[in-house]
């Protein structure tokens, strides 16, 4: 069993995506490992395509993409209900 919960936040810049960010950041617990990935590099938007992610921001916690996202972000529920914010 690990020790951490893997947070993916792919953003693209953009106020929105800022949000999500500072989100996550406010609600993350000590077991919360979180990585901002830029939708520009090459490498991060085929990892987001491979995830299923179309549309910024997206969160992916554990590998597994966050529900709740309605293309205005992800809400403080949906991200909690994903696990973020709650030690292991």
Avoid: Y
Wanted: hydrophobic fraction near 40%; charged fraction near 20%.
């Amino acid at each position: 069993m690990t020790d951490t919960r893997k947070i993916e936040i792919f953003s693209a810049g953009c106020p929105l995506c800022q949000e999500t960010i500072d989100l996550v950041n406010r609600i993350a617990c000590p077991s919360c490992e979180i990585t901002i990935l830029d939708m520009n590099e090459a490498s991060v938007a085929e990892r987001a395509g491979a995830l299923g992610i179309r549309s910024v921001p997206a969160v992916a916690i554990d590998g597994k993409l966050a529900s709740g996202g309605t293309g205005e972000g992800l809400d403080e529920n949906a991200l909690r209900a994903a696990g973020v914010g709650q030690p292991l």
